[in-house]
């Protein structure tokens, strides 16, 4: 790291977590091991006089309460949410927001209802471009005084994969997941899945509020007006071999066969590739596990090393059906999303 | 801070994590949002295969499967739980380790079989002096790999508060939370209530091993073999009132009735006061909720503040019956711990 870490940063880094590599074994997080990043404080929400409100240019604005949500059709996926800052801390210089080593991200099981139904049900005028999804999280960012919320494609808000959740893992949302309802997004990076969901308000034309306009932005430089972020680029994550140091989290391995295991994801398309690295030279093929039981959850995987006695680095890359794959150094950006360069694991073998 | 965090500090920040401030308003803290140090990995358990063996200094060493714990009467008890290095990170010069702020903290609902039975029962010897709990998280700290135990004194052992809990919140015991068993043991600070614990061991002499003799001890510099630290010291907590700015944190709060709200807790005795203070200057007393369900668990407050326009710093002090208060400015000490220095929130009244 170029700098250290600021009061700042660690008043971020003490709120905001990740899911600890060795979580990787679990098929489906479990609670309190997701990861998490809350832009504002985690409001305080009355089941009872909350309401869903559905409007703009539709032809019937509806409100709808969590029950009636309920009663609803539902659907349950297991999905992959990774924050787009996820690797921030890794780049140098390093941009200055929560600063993320490797652990932003976690795979549960959804429950909800579908987006696209509520929307035919209202009626979505001819000319609507983007739906814009307002939670009740309020702050100030970027010297705007806000209620974080984000638009979306008109037609990526109507894919059948999109619904509005209210279980996470069986269990009715934690406070911090968005309780009483989230948008989720199956494929895209974390910013998207709205939390403490309160409306949805179809829109005629580009939204310009700050997290499309200014925040989540794909910018070289200040000046670059930037592309937004949107999908969750290809990235492979192996469960750290050996115990670990306290203080340095280094690792000690005993010498000979070592099964690596970890996970992989991506927002593009399927993973059909994992490989693993050793000391910047050789990589060769891990054995996937099964696909996942959903297109949007991670893959597991597993490799065999023959671990010699001495330091060593490894890492891991994965592909996925798009050919999108992992480059090893990071690429830079100013908002620090996005940087999936390949994972270093140096581990001392005994 | 003197100086910036270091990326050892990062790394620990990234995977422990502390509660939210906001979350001082449940009562019991919801799953997730709960505080979390983990000196080595999360293990992998199997509660098919784990025992819980129970053997040293006794006439009858036992070896119990979950099953047999869970069958034996049970206690549900609120324990607020508080890192011994909680408040770290503002010292100065700041202890290298995790470096926790203020929020490692929080109060669940714990259920279990009481310890005491379960030592009657193996027949403790006459001359025994301590009991040792170890887990089954291995690592390097000190330069000494080992496996995470910790030693209570009969005495306190045999306190009939202190029980083996298999639930949290109602629900099996989340694999970062010490699954499938971990020693609670209310009014000491967190060290003490081993996770994922796998053997009780009853011993004659005093425990020599690291995390007692030389891990959590309150030293005033290096070559003091120092003291070892206990039970929780006294600390009040608000909650920041109005809202936040995301990247500084700082809180923005409208002029007028303000209600401040927080908790207090301590190992030393019941929480009997809490204070407001303004600006360094005038101190006014909270009114505290009625005494919590249990002696162990966090008190409630709540204060009323005219808020003026302009920059204001609010802090809060308890005192509890032992007449243990918190000072104004940390104590320093070479491992960072029991810093309980009055909580301070500077506020921007509009």
Redesign the interface.
């Known amino acids: 790291?170029t700098?250290?870490?600021?009061?700042?940063?660690?008043?971020?880094?003490?709120?905001?977590?990740?899911m600890?590599l060795?979580?990787l074994?679990?098929d489906v997080t479990?609670?309190?091991?997701?990861y998490?990043l809350?832009?504002?404080?985690?409001p305080?929400i009355h089941e009872d006089v909350w309401r869903l409100d559905v409007g703009g240019a539709v032809e019937r604005p509806s409100s709808l309460d969590l029950d009636a949500i309920r009663a609803r059709p539902a659907v349950t996926a297991e999905v992959t949410l990774e924050c787009a800052g996820n690797g921030r801390?890794l780049l140098e210089p390093r941009p200055?927001?929560q600063?993320?080593?490797l652990?932003a991200v976690g795979n549960a099981r959804w429950t909800g209802a579908p987006l696209r139904n509520v929307l035919e049900e209202t009626g979505i005028a001819d000319n609507a471009a983007e739906v814009v999804f307002t939670g009740l999280d309020?702050?100030?960012?970027?010297e705007v005084?806000q209620t974080y919320e984000r638009a979306l494609p008109l037609e990526e808000a109507m894919r059948p994969e999109v619904f509005l959740a209210y279980e996470m893992n069986d269990q009715p949302l934690?406070?911090?997941?968005g309780y009483p309802l989230r948008l989720v997004v199956p494929g895209w990076y974390g910013m998207t899945h709205v939390k403490w969901l309160a409306r949805i308000h179809v829109v005629r034309e580009s939204f310009a509020g700050y997290q499309n306009a200014h925040g989540y932005r794909w910018r070289t430089d200040e000046d670059d007006p930037g592309t937004g972020v949107t999908r969750i680029s290809p990235r492979a994550l192996m469960i750290?071999p050996g115990?670990?140091?306290?203080?340095?989290?280094s690792r000690?391995v005993e010498a000979g066969r070592v099964e690596l295991r970890g996970r992989a994801w991506s927002g593009l398309g399927q993973i059909e590739r994992v490989e693993v690295g050793l000391d910047g030279g050789r990589w060769w093929d891990a054995e996937l596990d099964a696909a996942p039981p959903d297109p949007f959850a991670w893959r597991g995987w597993r490799a065999r090393w023959d671990a010699t006695r001495g330091d060593h680095v490894l890492r891991c890359r994965a592909t996925d059906a798009s050919g999108a794959t992992q480059p090893t150094d990071p690429v830079w950006n100013v908002g620090g999303y996005t940087n999936n360069a390949t994972q270093r694991v140096p581990v001392l073998v005994r």
Chains 1, 2 share one sequence.
């Open positions: 790291m700098d250290g870490i600021s009061r700042e940063e660690l008043q971020l880094a003490a709120r905001n977590h990740g600890p060795e979580a074994r679990y479990p609670a309190g091991l997701h998490l809350i832009h504002y404080d985690i305080e801390a200055i927001s600063p993320w080593l652990e309020r702050g100030i960012e970027g005084e934690l406070p911090q997941h750290p115990i670990p140091e306290f203080l340095t989290r000690i």
